[in-house]
């Protein structure tokens, strides 16, 4: 599959004044006015698969109350154009009403949103229930920066099992109304590596700490210094074990997000910071295959020009090695369709900068990136169906 996305991330700030304001992504981007020019340029690209989602926090008014205006129009326009969704249903934020992810009853709603959501648009297939959980409970609860605005491990354990918990309530949910669903669960591809040997007992508490999603998620069993961690900040012997008896029984592909900040460096005083592509994605993702030994999909990536053509090469390179290495590979993602607004902050600065990150500018003109895109989607395309053909024709799938 080839895809991109429509960033729709809508997390809550705080401005330097105090005042708390919803940063929504859609809105800074123009998609809200421009939506049917942004599924038109997806066509004209040649992609066929999209990773989108109407904003929780605007449909789910309230409990069992919703507002499908926007989505109605949007989906069904997707669904005349032939462009598969990939529906993601929670991108880093809540409604008001809800508060944030420190809520208790945030999974019980949010599955009740995705069972509405599935029973109006009962022909999709595809879902990403809940957008980079580890990204949403760090960023929330253990760096300060969004939502619950915490910075404590024990909050940060808190977001994440709600997190969690929400993700698999969603799946059983959407599975008892589309008993197809196909579940790719979009999650940050992370690494710590040590700077001196003295941090590398933290570098692995961290490179264990990373999979905590995913493993709450799909039922992993967790190491005792995993366990003890949870336990320690909240998480009840209960509380774990209802992921172990709550594995999901539908199909998932392990969605790999990569960015050029996913590693980081870990120093003597115990900070991290961005430390490049050291390992890149090929390294990283067989880490996580190794782990769940789940099919895979590259659900984002991107970089700002000038150096975004290189960066398409180099991960799309990184795709097709892993494909011929025997993992099972399913897709391939530029995210996103336009510029993005503020990510140069993580949205943390209502400032206004444009991030050259799209495959089109906000005013809807293509950038090189969009033109590379294009024409590796038409020139791979082809190919990668002949090679699919071969390898059924091969025995014992040929008779």
């Not at 709600?162 to 059983?172: E, R």
């Not at 960015?259 to 994605?281: K, P, Q, R, W």
């Not at 494909?323 to 206004?352: E, H």
Request: glycine share 6%; net charge negative; aromatic share 16%.
């Amino acid at each position: 599959m080839f895809a991109t996305g429509i960033e729709n991330s809508y997390p809550m700030i705080t401005l330097p004044n105090g005042t708390r304001k919803r940063v929504d992504e859609m809105e800074k981007c123009g998609h809200y006015k421009l939506w049917k020019q942004d599924f038109d340029l997806v066509k004209e690209t040649g992609i066929d698969v999209l990773r989108y989602g109407p904003a929780y926090y605007n449909v789910h008014e309230a409990p069992g109350k919703y507002n499908w205006d926007f989505a109605d129009e949007g989906f069904a326009y997707l669904k005349h154009q032939e462009i598969t969704p990939i529906v993601d249903l929670c991108h880093f934020g809540v409604p008001d009403w809800l508060g944030d992810f420190q809520n208790p009853d945030f999974p019980q709603y949010f599955a009740e949103y995705a069972r509405a959501f599935a029973k109006r648009f009962s022909y999709i297939r595809f879902y990403t229930p809940v957008n980079e959980i580890f990204i949403a409970a760090a960023f929330s609860a253990l760096y300060g920066w969004w939502n619950e605005r915490k910075t404590d491990e024990r909050s940060f354990v808190t977001a994440l099992k709600n997190l969690c918990k929400a993700n698999v309530l969603a799946m059983q949910a959407i599975l008892e109304i589309q008993p197809d669903a196909v579940f790719i669960q979009s999650e940050s591809s992370e690494y710590f590596h040590p700077e001196t040997p003295d941090c590398d007992p933290l570098a692995s508490f961290l490179n264990q700490k990373r999979f905590l999603s995913l493993d709450l998620s799909y039922g992993y069993p967790i190491s005792v210094v995993m366990y003890e961690y949870l336990l320690e900040n909240g998480m009840t012997k209960a509380e774990y074990r209802w992921f172990e008896n709550n594995l999901i029984k539908g199909s998932c592909v392990m969605g790999n997000d990569y960015y050029l900040t996913n590693e980081h460096m870990v120093h003597e005083d115990g900070s991290t910071s961005a430390a490049g592509e050291i390992f890149g994605y090929y390294v990283i993702t067989h880490q996580y295959y190794s782990r769940y030994k789940l099919p895979v999909m590259h659900t984002e990536t991107n970089i700002a020009e000038p150096n975004s053509i290189r960066w398409l090469q180099t991960q799309w390179a990184n795709v097709r090695r892993l494909k011929r290495d025997g993992i099972p590979i399913y897709g391939f993602t530029w995210y996103s369709l336009t510029d993005q607004v503020d990510w140069d902050s993580a949205l943390r600065n209502d400032a206004g900068n444009v991030n050259s990150l799209g495959l089109y500018d906000l005013d809807r003109k293509i950038r090189p990136v969009g033109e590379a895109y294009k024409n590796l989607i038409k020139q791979w395309k082809t190919a990668i169906e002949a090679e699919s053909y071969v390898l059924y024709l091969k025995p014992p799938y040929f008779k």
